[in-house]
């Protein structure tokens, strides 16, 4: 289950570190990368600084890791010796940026440190909105534990403004990587202060390899839920959440926009209370609810919110639909084509239908299904995920597999050999073939549907297209009108999707689902 924990933010002391290198030191610790320096010192003003590179191979940095206000130049080269320059406009604050410069295989480390390193009180929405580099003390309450939290005591924060990740922590010695949260005994909705520099991954604020100020330990802790998971089935029923308390009572809220289909069955008291929820039928999509947990001791609060979810049926939309739904818990179905393949192991896709709208789908199923599946561009491909966003992006995260039509790359002359598709309502096998357009229909239908014919051989080989039509899943007045909106005509050359039957003596591609096309001339 997840869990958001919201507290006032403390009033921390500001602090400073001063990190300083000689224009003489000398660093090698690679064979393959040789550097001059590993620490580059900026004035705080802004200016440059200059290192010497010499490598075996070819190198280049890790571009992930530059930060915006970071100049670095070149960014990559072959083998030999390289002078690159790093460059920033003033900071008065001070910043520092973890670089990394990967040569054969190797990696080498090097640290850019700008002006004196101010640490700052702020709070998470105020880390959110900074500039990468800088270095902020905060306090917040653990909300959820991240991946690989027992080893490096990765974890967000939350103090009401926003939520942060702490990406590494140090233990009670100092020590990263040596499972911090139980050296100081950190559990989900403890209030702690740590301090640790601002960096950006996949557009998500984080503090990284923090320092542990202060932990104080949250009067209200979830225990277990029934279910496990707090997720009620479509049909209603309830979930339990047990809590222990060492505070004195407890007040449940729920907010209004949910009150219609979620209610308090009951509540129990005293040091370990329970409060069982009951959602009612659901005939919509999936569907979730916020509900904050507060008690108090006199001296502190603590509030806790915790998420209660609630299945609901699957909602089958196209490619433009998916697009416009909010973010959430439903879970949509998307029949459509793969346009394009930009991951395979993780079946990173764009999918695209008649809509002409793309969704791009981050990952499908677990990591070497989609090739295990044999999935390819151009097959159609029916998949079911949630509505997510990346960078304000939309896109289907964590997809899973349903069913596909494998189409096969074709020749017009291979094509024309090929057998007839036994079942024009339910075709079993798909072709996808390029080639010039000779000729569109004279017939009053043709240009509506888009009857054409398609020559490859240089004319040597034609064939007749019965519809061509905006994509998959068009239907109706969707197929008419398509080919001259899409500004198509003769001499383009065209890909399409189609089976295969023979009409009157005549072999056609039918049911044509368009794929791409080039101009003519």
Not at 134 to 147: E, I, L, M
Not at 191 to 216: C, H, M, N, Q, W
């Amino acid at each position: 289950m997840k869990l958001k924990y919201f507290i006032p933010a403390f009033v921390a002391l500001i602090g400073a570190i001063l990190v300083s290198c000689s224009d003489e030191d000398t660093m090698t610790l690679l064979n393959e990368i040789q550097v001059s320096r590993s620490y580059v010192p900026i004035n705080i003003d802004g200016g440059e600084a200059t290192i010497d590179i010499t490598t075996t191979d070819s190198w280049s940095f890790e571009e992930a890791d530059i930060p915006d206000w970071l100049t670095i130049t070149p960014l990559s080269g072959g083998a030999g010796q390289t002078k690159i320059t790093f460059s920033a406009p003033a900071a008065p604050d001070g910043r520092n940026a973890d670089l990394e410069i990967n040569c054969a295989g190797r990696t080498q480390h090097i640290k850019v440190i700008q002006g004196l390193l101010t640490i700052q009180d702020a709070t998470c929405a105020e880390i959110i909105s900074s500039p990468d580099g800088k270095t902020f003390r905060v306090t917040g309450a653990v909300t959820r534990y991240a991946s690989n939290y027992q080893t490096y005591g990765n974890c967000y924060i939350s103090d009401g403004t926003g939520e942060i990740q702490l990406y590494g922590m140090a233990d009670k010695n100092g020590k990263l990587a040596n499972n911090p949260l139980a050296s100081w005994n950190i559990e989900i909705g403890d209030i702690i202060t740590v301090e640790g520099p601002k960096s950006t991954y996949k557009g998500e604020a984080e503090l990284v390899d923090v320092t542990v100020i202060k932990v104080v330990k949250s009067l209200l802790k979830v225990e277990t839920t029934d279910p496990e998971d707090a997720t009620i089935d479509k049909d209603g029923g309830e979930c339990t959440i047990y809590f222990t308390s060492k505070g004195n009572g407890l007040t449940v809220e729920i907010p209004d926009e949910d009150k219609s289909w979620l209610s308090i069955s009951s509540v129990t008291g005293g040091s370990s209370p329970a409060v069982t929820f009951h959602a009612a039928p659901n005939t919509g999509g999936a569907r979730s609810s916020v509900v904050t947990f507060k008690t108090s001791n006199g001296s502190q609060e603590s509030a806790i919110t915790a998420t209660i979810y609630q299945t609901g049926s699957i909602v089958d939309v196209t490619c433009a639909e998916f697009l416009a739904q909010e973010e959430g818990d439903t879970e949509y179905r998307i029949t459509a084509g793969i346009q394009k393949v930009s991951n395979t192991n993780y079946g990173n896709i764009y999918l695209r239908d008649y809509t002409n709208q793309e969704v791009y789908v981050y990952g499908v199923g677990s990591p070497g299904d989609f090739t295990a599946l044999g999935l390819k561009e151009g097959d159609i491909v029916t998949l079911v995920g949630k509505r997510s966003s990346y960078n304000g992006n939309p896109q289907m995260k964590g997809a899973q597999y349903v069913s596909h039509y494998s189409v096969t790359d074709i020749s017009i002359a291979d094509f024309m050999n090929m057998p007839d598709d036994p079942n024009s309502d339910a075709p079993s096998q798909y072709y996808r073939l390029t080639g010039v357009i000779e000729d569109i229909g004279n017939g009053a239908n043709d240009p509506v549907y888009g009857n054409l014919y398609l020559s490859d051989d240089g004319g040597a080989t034609t064939l007749y297209i019965y519809g061509c039509y905006p994509g998959w899943g068009a239907l109706g007045n969707d197929r008419k009108g398509w080919l001259q909106a899409a500004n198509i005509e003769v001499g383009d050359e065209l890909t399409i999707i189609g089976y295969k039957k023979t009409y009157n003596g005549k072999i056609e591609l039918c049911g044509g689902i368009y794929f791409s096309h080039v101009k003519g001339g």
